[in-house]
């Protein structure tokens, strides 16, 4: 299993920023793929995530600025980041949860900077 993120970078607040996570060894189209971040100091917390159907769901903070969406073809998940804020500042990861071996998958981060 892997999962490859892309697209980070720096950004002025107010800005966009689209994110991407490139997955295989997944049978993709039938599980759950969540984005989480880190910011310095800080716990782990999941930002958006979306099931096998579509659904899709946000932390508090991020509702109405992030949209979670995925590409059952290309077996990639995206998240994309308007209106941010200095506090969406941190490190992402792009997340898949294994049932069937009871474990967590883990893309390698991408920085997100946003300044004020």
């Known amino acids: 299993v892997q999962l490859q993120a892309s697209g980070g970078g720096s950004v002025q607040a107010g800005g966009s920023m689209r994110l991407s996570c490139k997955t295989s060894?997944?049978?993709?189209?039938?599980?759950?793929l969540d984005w989480y971040r880190q910011a310095p100091g800080k716990e782990r917390e999941m930002v958006a995530s979306?099931?096998?159907?579509?659904?899709?769901s946000y932390e508090d903070s991020v509702k109405g600025r992030f949209t979670i969406s995925r590409d059952n073809v290309r077996n990639t998940v995206a998240l994309q980041m308007d209106s941010l804020e200095p506090e969406d500042s941190g490190v992402y990861y792009c997340?898949?949860?294994?049932?069937?071996?009871?474990?967590?998958?883990w893309g390698q981060g991408t920085q997100v900077t946003v300044s004020s």
């Open positions: 997340h898949y949860w294994s049932d069937s071996r009871s474990r967590h998958y």
């Open positions: 060894g997944i049978l993709f189209r039938a599980n759950t």
């Open positions: 979306i099931t096998s159907s579509h659904a899709t």
